[in-house]
């Protein structure tokens, strides 16, 4: 169950603007990476969040209204398709979460931010913490945030993309999803960089744009 230990070390040496920060969707084979960020005042940080894989898709879209409410402030940020196949998947999570921060109504002084590497945006100091949406608030909320926004983007492909399911898998590589690929061929949002996809497209099944 997340806690409030990392932001309260924090909010002991005086550091008072935490944002956790966290992604959805470096997995997929469709759709774009999406990145969370979440500031709470210390008084206000108790909104019962739990990492959001552990939540049912009602739950999570109930605490997404709770954390909007009652955060100081909450920024969300994509990396499109192309971006991901410019950049590759690992760049284009780094500037997701930049522009998460960066949508923030109030800069942080500190991010703690989910799993490994360098800080999002370098001028801004930051923890980072290998499941940490399992041990913070901060980014247990900014992973639901994350959550909830790409599997919103995903039931829109729904209605855009007919056959392929994607409100349903949400873009991951489930076996209807791979059997629709086969199919149907690509679509504009599949990330042609990734394995499945840039296969069909070497055999000529691609649907550009």
């Known amino acids: 169950m997340p806690s409030l230990g990392h932001e309260e070390r924090l909010w002991r040496q005086r550091i008072l603007v935490v944002a956790g ?11 774009p990476v ?9 008084e206000e940080a108790h909104v019962g969040v739990r990492d959001s894989k552990e939540l049912s898709a009602n739950q999570r879209g109930q605490l997404y209204e709770l954390i909007t409410e009652r ?7 994509l990396a ?6 410019r950049l590759n998947i690992y760049q284009a999570t780094l500037l ?3 522009r998460a921060v960066e949508a923030l109504a109030v800069r942080p002084h500190h991010l703690l931010v989910d799993g490994r590497g360098p800080s ?7 923890t980072r913490l290998v499941g940490g949406d399992r041990t913070s608030v901060s980014i247990a909320a900014a992973s639901i945030l994350a959550k909830v926004t790409r599997d919103r983007i995903l039931c829109e492909y729904e209605a855009r993309y007919p056959g392929y399911g994607f409100a349903r898998h949400k873009g991951y590589a489930t076996a209807q999803h ?3 690929l086969r199919r149907l061929g690509a679509s504009p949002v599949h990330r042609t960089s990734f394995v499945p996809v ?3 497209k070497l055999g000529g099944l691609f649907t550009k744009p």
């Open 21 to 31: 920060v966290d992604e959805a969707g470096v997995g997929p084979l469709a759709g």
């Open 34 to 42: 999406v990145a969370g960020a979440v500031i709470f005042r210390p």
């Open 71 to 77: 955060a100081l402030a909450t920024g969300v940020g």
């Open 80 to 85: 499109e398709v192309e971006e991901i196949d």
């Open 96 to 98: 997701a979460m930049r």
């Open 120 to 126: 999002p945006v370098a001028e801004i100091g930051c």
């Open 178 to 180: 791979l059997e629709a």
């Open 198 to 200: 840039a296969t069909l």
